[in-house]
């Protein structure tokens, strides 16, 4: 019975007699990792140590709590808290050499009692944009972001297709006096952070840059593309407009562009196109019905046409003078006939009137108007016109033009069976006459009837038939 009872005593005692520490440990370069390893009360004055070695049996033993405060390696300080019941090792300054398997370990008779604890140190963080884009003539910053363990290094920005032989455009340094005044780098310390900005950007730029760090052996780097593309110029596709009226084109570019000469031009291939009207000499264009102003506040050059004609429609371009090929965007300029509508037919009785309605586009506001008939269009007997409102060839025939609403209304009256036909709205303009049938049909009014006889009037003229039939036959006879 004693002998059961000793054996659960030995039992419970080296379950609880526990000591545990951390799998894994994760540090950076420079940086510092602390191991925290707890204890059972039971070793509160068994002496504590931290070894390195892939073998507990003979690893190297770097601080113990003996001797805290004279450890072997500067770097690793040790401090037993046997309240806590955890002793505790700080590595400072890790390098790479400091990655391994490392033991917390304590002194008991026998086997010491030990836990395994992995360090891994790996280098510490610099990153940066994959991809920089800019504009001719614009500019860009590139922000590369450091662990603190490199605050004191210095930072470069170097190009090359290879980080080895790539070429130091700016550094950390001396920061304010670069190999190309364009480029400027600080180096935020207090963020972790330097920033270098490349202005006035040209075609050349585009290529593989590096952000990079000097240390000991190959210097941390990480790359960053930076693209160089066109400064933007926009246009509209298609404008449209009617005969007589204009147009606006406004175009819109970059503020690279803002001082360059700016124009529109006419013609099938970009590079032989007429020019029209430019920036330069804005109010002395080549054609007087074309005037153009550069807003350079807002980014936007506009070309405005009026009075337009068939011979407009046709390709135009938006164009920026520049070195070599100059920027442009093609612009198509549709001019159609201005809309002149009215009724298919029109339909009056004999006596009455009839009002004819047209409508037109707001392009024809000052053309004259008229009423003809004919069934050719081309030599249609103009009847009413507008320039002539109140003193018409027919009297029964009178129009108005009303230009707030865009049309002119025609009324004829006492109609008669002659009326009928085929009539047109005409209005003048260059070339040929803008024109739309209207067919006028008059009819009798259905409502006429002819008198009607009583019944008695009906008996008595039947009654007078039949004698004047007996004496048409009775001098037949005779």
């Known amino acids: 019975m004693k002998y059961i009872h000793f054996t659960l005593f030995l039992t419970t005692f080296s379950l609880a007699a526990a000591l545990t520490g951390p799998k894994l440990v994760s540090g950076t370069l420079g940086g510092a990792v602390t191991i925290r390893c707890q204890y059972h009360a039971y070793y509160k004055y068994h002496e504590k140590y931290w070894c390195k070695g892939s073998d507990w049996k003979s690893c190297s033993v770097l601080a113990n709590s003996a001797s805290q405060h004279k450890n072997i390696d500067d770097r690793i300080r040790m401090v037993d808290n046997q309240t806590a019941g955890e002793f505790i090792t700080k590595v400072t300054q890790l390098s790479a050499n400091d990655t391994g398997l490392y033991w917390c370990g304590i002194v008991q008779l026998g086997y010491d009692r030990m836990v395994p604890v992995r360090l891994n140190v790996t280098e510490a963080a610099l990153t940066g944009p994959k991809l920089v884009s800019g504009t001719l003539g614009g500019a860009v910053t590139i922000r590369c972001q450091y662990h603190a363990y490199y605050k004191y290094h210095e930072k470069y920005l170097c190009k090359g297709s290879d980080w080895k032989s790539c070429s130091v455009l700016a550094n950390s340094t001396n920061q304010h006096k670069n190999i190309d005044d364009r480029i400027r780098m600080v180096d935020n310390q207090t963020a972790g952070e330097f920033i270098t900005k490349v202005t006035q950007l040209s075609a050349n730029d585009t290529g593989l840059y590096w952000c990079g760090i000097v240390q000991f052996g190959y210097d941390r780097m990480v790359p960053v593309r930076l693209n160089v593309t066109e400064a933007a110029l926009t246009g509209p596709k298609l404008v449209s407009g009617t005969l007589g009226g204009a147009v606006t084109i406004r175009c819109q570019y970059h503020a690279y562009y803002k001082y360059h000469e700016k124009y529109l031009c006419k013609g099938s291939d970009w590079k032989s196109c007429s020019v029209l009207a430019n920036s330069a000499n804005q109010h002395k264009n080549i054609d007087d019905r074309i005037r153009m102003v550069d807003n350079q506040t807002a980014g936007e050059f506009i070309t405005k046409v009026t009075q337009l004609s068939a011979n407009d429609t046709g390709l135009y371009w938006c164009g920026i003078v520049q ?97 009928s036909g085929l009539y047109w709205c005409g209005i003048v303009q260059f070339g040929y006459d803008r024109m739309v049938p209207v067919r006028l049909n008059v009819t009798e009014d259905p409502t006429t009837q002819p008198p009607t006889i009583s019944p008695e009037l009906q008996e008595t003229a039947h009654h007078g038939n039949q004698r004047e039939e007996r004496n048409r036959s009775q001098r037949r006879r005779i």
């Open 323 to 419: 070195f070599g090929y100059d920027r442009m965007v093609p612009v198509r300029l549709n001019v159609t006939e201005a809309a002149l509508t009215g009724p298919k037919l029109v339909s009056g009785t004999l006596g009455g009137a009839v009002t004819i309605r047209c409508q037109y586009h707001a392009s024809y506001k000052y053309h004259e108007k008229y009423w003809c008939k004919g069934s050719d269009w081309k030599s249609c007997s103009v009847l009413a016109n507008s320039t002539n409102q109140h003193k018409n060839i027919d009297d029964r025939i009178r129009m108005v033009d009303n230009q707030t609403a865009g049309e002119f209304i025609t009324k004829v009256t006492q109609l008669s069976a002659n009326d």
